[in-house]
């Protein structure tokens, strides 16, 4: 879950459809940007920001993400 997004929203007392419609995508995209279960497009996530004030590249940060480990190929 991206608990930075949920809080920039509860900040501004939008609701998910709220924030959904003032950017013109559908409630269920921005739930799952929300969930972390989708990652925003270049333009979701320029419109999410704007609509909610900050900078777009919280979004493509490293921060709090998690990578599996590479596999070694084997010669």
Known sequence: MRH???QFRKTKN???QEVADLCGISRSYY???ELGTANA?????KLI??????????????VGRVS???KKKSA
Not at 41 to 45: K, W
Not at 49 to 62: C, P, Y
């Open 4 to 6: 930075w997004l949920l």
């Open 14 to 16: 939008y609701t998910q």
């Open 31 to 33: 739930a799952d940007i």
């Open 41 to 45: 497009s270049g333009r979701a996530a």
């Open 49 to 62: 920001a704007n609509v909610l004030g900050f900078d777009m590249n919280l979004f493509f940060a490293e």
């Open 68 to 70: 599996r480990p590479r």
